[in-house]
């Protein structure tokens, strides 16, 4: 799933392949009135560009490189991944420059910005920088990247999504797939998602973008739905299961023992790195746990 998640889209990168819709959106981020979507410059990564990395939305406009995520879940690892969109957008913008001549080669000033819409309690606005990755803090990091989150639940950035009705439009479109799907009692889903665009339809909210594009909707949202929940329910089922055998083993053995059979258990179907980002931990203590189980097996008799 993880892997499909990579490379698909979602309704907000569907919908900002609209030049009319980044423009739009640029405009309620910068304060600026442009009008004419042909001067948007999309660079948005996708396979045609890159086989590995793939974004939401970036393009040019007035000299400037507008990277925007979307995230449904709360995600500090942006500004490494924007510093990685925004490498791979730079080389496909200079691959035909000579970065090597004595002419100074001027590049768009990057803007980044994270659309937040998960159901976990956020602030209104938030930076997240790169240094915050750095394995020691530095006072003055020689490379920085900050990336300002903005949370668009409901009540959230009010001025902004009166600014932009394509963002405002597509977060009711996303609070009536949450109301539908809650009064399905979380099941049928994709009855949901059809049910809340039938009534965007009827309300005039995102109305052509839907009808024209209803199937793949709802392909992109039930794949959304289900990336979340499965993280959800595997790190609920982790904590779960690592808490019981932590206290079977005793308070201080336990909750060293406890967290240990977490990380295995999440391991079970996932990667070192992910295992890391779903228990929000140091991927260092993820491999220390893999190794050591590798190394009792080593020792087993018979192996």
Do not use: W
């Amino acid at each position: 799933m993880a892997g499909n998640r990579e490379y698909k889209s979602d309704v907000f990168s569907m919908l900002m392949e609209d030049k009319k819709n980044a423009l739009q959106l640029y405009n309620a981020m910068n304060g600026s009135d442009y009008s004419d979507p042909e001067q948007v410059e999309m660079h948005t990564l996708d396979k045609g560009v890159s086989l590995t990395v793939r974004n939401d939305a970036a393009f040019v406009l007035d000299a400037s490189l507008s990277i925007y995520e979307h995230q449904s879940s709360v995600c500090p690892n942006m500004p490494v991944r924007c510093l990685i969109y925004f490498v791979n957008i730079l080389e496909h913008i200079l691959r035909n420059r000579n970065i090597y001549g004595r002419s100074l080669i001027r590049i768009p000033i990057p803007k980044f910005a994270i659309f937040y819409n998960g159901t976990e309690d956020q602030p209104e606005q938030y930076d997240l920088k790169l240094s915050d990755a750095f394995e020691k803090p530095v006072a003055h990091p020689e490379v920085e990247l900050t990336c300002r989150v903005y949370n668009i639940n409901n009540g959230r950035n009010k001025e902004l999504l009166e600014r932009c009705p394509v963002l405002k439009q597509y977060m009711i479109f996303v609070d009536y797939v949450r109301e539908y799907h809650k009064q399905e009692g979380y099941k049928n889903l994709e009855t949901a998602i059809n049910n809340a665009i039938n009534r965007c339809i009827e309300e005039n909210v995102l109305r052509q973008f839907l009808m024209e594009h209803r199937s793949e909707v709802v392909k992109v949202t039930q794949l959304d739905y289900t990336f979340d929940r499965q993280i959800a329910l595997e790190r609920e089922e982790a904590i779960r299961e690592g808490l019981e055998q932590g206290l079977e083993q005793g308070l201080e053995q336990g909750l060293e023992q406890g967290k240990a059979e977490l990380i295995r258990n999440v391991l079970k179907k996932r990667s070192p790195e992910e295992t890391a980002e779903i228990l929000g931990i140091d991927v260092s203590e993820v491999l220390a746990v893999k190794e050591k189980e590798v190394f009792g097996k080593k020792d087993q008799p018979g192996c």
